[in-house]
């Protein structure tokens, strides 16, 4: 006989996923809110994102080459999301050289100073995001307005975010009622006609981009909807206590980085859970940790934190949470 039976471990039946594939179908999902933030920010948008985007392939690359000595996974596409989700954490007028720090920070410190990809413990766009805003608070919060494409870089015409306006608003004793009539009404800030940053803006196209995920199976829905489940809920509870104090759920959902959050950064395979409950769990609780940070915290904005520290928990919250496995005996 010249037949040859090849023998292999399980599995033995594929479903035609991989990193690769799920990695583009995740870039494919962001480009609704992408085209979203050069129709907006116009020259700016393309500038950070292009920035961002080569500087994390430039450095994985190097890093991965010419220190680790390993092959570099550039090929991958995760060096590509953590590029846009970077940029999507920025504002359109931030200084190049600003830009290519935070790409070094996210893809070195955040991803490769772990292992690479399948090891890191953090969010990697985040811990770009998070070390810029601490260490050039004042370049990481000048918002150029969304005032249509734009051919102006720094030039452009910068205001206060919504949440901004209304921390810094309430601190002064004004009423919250004086405030929100300041604000663009729920419709402008759900299509993305407000200050912020490139990806916070394109509420409508992100949301486009979670059904996409969905329909293609590459996320499920528990973490999105328990983070926005939990922030309605528990901003709703405050609003009812005291309307002047407080915000409503609509506010808060719509405004700041919480859609993008929780659609694009907590689903983060790497860093969340391994379960659909221990998902539902690390959702609540990075809602809980946004709705406190914002309302009681010195940052206006608390997704980011939020989502950073619940990745910490996510190794005990996958101990503490483990599916049913069968064939055991019963106790």
């Given at each position: 006989?010249?037949?040859?039976?090849?023998?292999?471990?399980?599995?033995?039946?594929?479903?035609?996923?991989?990193?690769?594939?799920?990695?583009?179908?995740?870039?494919?999902?962001?480009?609704?809110?992408?085209?979203?933030?050069?129709?907006?920010?116009?020259?700016?948008?393309?500038?950070?994102?292009?920035?961002?985007?080569?500087?994390?392939?430039?450095?994985?690359?190097?890093?991965?080459?010419?220190?680790?000595?390993?092959?570099?996974?550039?090929?991958?596409?995760?060096?590509?999301?953590?590029?846009?989700?970077?940029?999507?954490?920025?504002?359109?007028?931030?200084?190049?050289?600003?830009?290519?720090?935070?790409?070094?920070?996210?893809?070195?410190?955040?991803?490769?100073?772990?292992?690479?990809?399948?090891?890191?413990?953090?969010?990697?766009?985040?811990?770009?995001?998070?070390?810029?805003?601490?260490?050039?608070?004042?370049?990481?919060?000048?918002?150029?307005?969304?005032?249509?494409?734009?051919?102006?870089?720094?030039?452009?015409?910068?205001?206060?975010?919504?949440?901004?306006?209304?921390?810094?608003?309430?601190?002064?004793?004004?009423?919250?009622?004086?405030?929100?009539?300041?604000?663009?009404?729920?419709?402008?800030?759900?299509?993305?006609?407000?200050?912020?940053?490139?990806?916070?803006?394109?509420?409508?196209?992100?949301?486009?981009?979670?059904?996409?995920?969905?329909?293609?199976?590459?996320?499920?829905?528990?973490?999105?909807?328990?983070?926005?489940?939990?922030?309605?809920?528990?901003?709703?509870?405050?609003?009812?206590?005291?309307?002047?104090?407080?915000?409503?759920?609509?506010?808060?959902?719509?405004?700041?980085?919480?859609?993008?959050?929780?659609?694009?950064?907590?689903?983060?395979?790497?860093?969340?859970?391994?379960?659909?409950?221990?998902?539902?769990?690390?959702?609540?609780?990075?809602?809980?940790?946004?709705?406190?940070?914002?309302?009681?915290?010195?940052?206006?904005?608390?997704?980011?934190?939020?989502?950073?520290?619940?990745?910490?928990?996510?190794?005990?919250?996958?101990?503490?949470?483990?599916?049913?496995?069968?064939?055991?005996?019963?106790k």
């Amino acid at each position: 006989m010249n037949t040859k039976v090849l023998v292999a471990p399980s599995p033995h039946i594929h479903s035609g996923d991989s990193i690769q594939k799920n990695m583009y179908g995740v870039v494919f999902a962001m480009l609704p809110a992408l085209l979203l933030s050069f129709f907006y920010f116009g020259m700016g948008a393309f500038i950070v994102t292009l920035t961002a985007v080569a500087s994390c392939y430039l450095f994985e690359f190097s890093i991965q080459k010419y220190l680790l000595k390993v092959e570099p996974s550039i090929k991958d596409g995760s060096a590509l999301i953590t590029g846009i989700l970077l940029a999507f954490n920025m504002p359109a007028n931030l200084p190049i050289w600003i830009i290519i720090i935070g790409a070094l920070v996210a893809i070195g410190i955040g991803k490769l100073t772990f292992g690479g990809l399948g090891n890191n413990i953090f969010n990697p766009a985040l811990v770009g995001r998070v070390f810029l805003l601490i260490s050039f608070p004042v370049q990481m919060t000048s918002w150029p307005k969304a005032l249509g494409f734009e051919t102006s870089y720094f030039d452009a015409e910068t205001g206060a975010t919504p949440l901004a306006i209304i921390k810094e608003g309430l601190n002064k004793g004004d009423s919250l009622t004086d405030l929100l009539a300041k604000l663009p009404s729920n419709v402008d800030m759900f299509l993305g006609n407000m200050g912020g940053s490139l990806g916070e803006v394109a509420g409508a196209a992100l949301i486009l981009g979670l059904i996409y995920m969905l329909f293609k199976k590459i996320i499920t829905w528990h973490i999105p909807v328990s983070i926005i489940a939990t922030v309605a809920i528990f901003s709703g509870i405050l609003n009812l206590s005291n309307p002047e104090a407080y915000a409503g759920p609509a506010f808060h959902i719509l405004t700041g980085g919480l859609l993008l959050g929780a659609i694009f950064m907590a689903t983060d395979y790497v860093t969340s859970p391994m379960s659909n409950k221990g998902m539902i769990i690390y959702g609540i609780g990075i809602g809980i940790l946004t709705v406190v940070i914002r309302v009681f915290g010195a940052y206006p904005e608390g997704v980011s934190f939020a989502i950073l520290i619940m990745n910490g928990f996510v190794p005990l919250i996958n101990v503490s949470v483990k599916p049913k496995r069968f064939g055991e005996k019963r106790k």
